[in-house]
Nanobody, 129 residues
């Protein structure tokens, strides 16, 4: 069982930056691929990015949605059981509840939420224009 707790959300002006954190409880954090998803007002939840587990082929690789590529960066600190989402050059359309997720599965499509086993409660990010 893995519990995930996000933090770092808040209100920021367009063009600004925020760093979200997702702290995981439990053992074997490094064996989980971690994903970030978001749900904007009136929208369905969408994939933001993922960082693969050490046990996967090319462990530690990152994948991003086209909408955030070049602006967002995912990293992880396995010693701290934490994954981060650095968000730069934020836009009003980035306003959403951001959630992290974990999966122990391999050889999956990282952008599909159905493959993730554990989810955090989410943290609100609001970007003012």
């Amino acid at each position: 069982q893995v519990q995930l707790v996000e933090s770092g959300g808040g209100l920021v002006q367009a063009g600004g930056s925020l760093r979200l954190s997702c702290a995981a409880s439990g053992r074997s954090f490094s064996s989980y691929t971690m994903g970030w998803f978001r749900q904007g007002p009136g929208k369905e939840r969408e994939f933001v990015g993922a960082i693969t587990a050490a046990v996967t082929w090319r462990g530690g690789s990152t994948y991003y949605a086209d909408s955030v590529k070049g602006r967002f960066t995912i990293s992880r600190d396995n010693a701290k059981n934490t994954v981060y989402l650095q968000m730069n050059n934020l836009k009003a359309e980035d306003t959403a509840v951001y959630s992290c997720a974990a999966t122990g599965k391999i050889d999956i499509t990282w952008s599909l939420e159905v493959f993730y086993d554990y989810w955090g409660q989410g943290t609100q990010v609001t970007v003012s224009s």
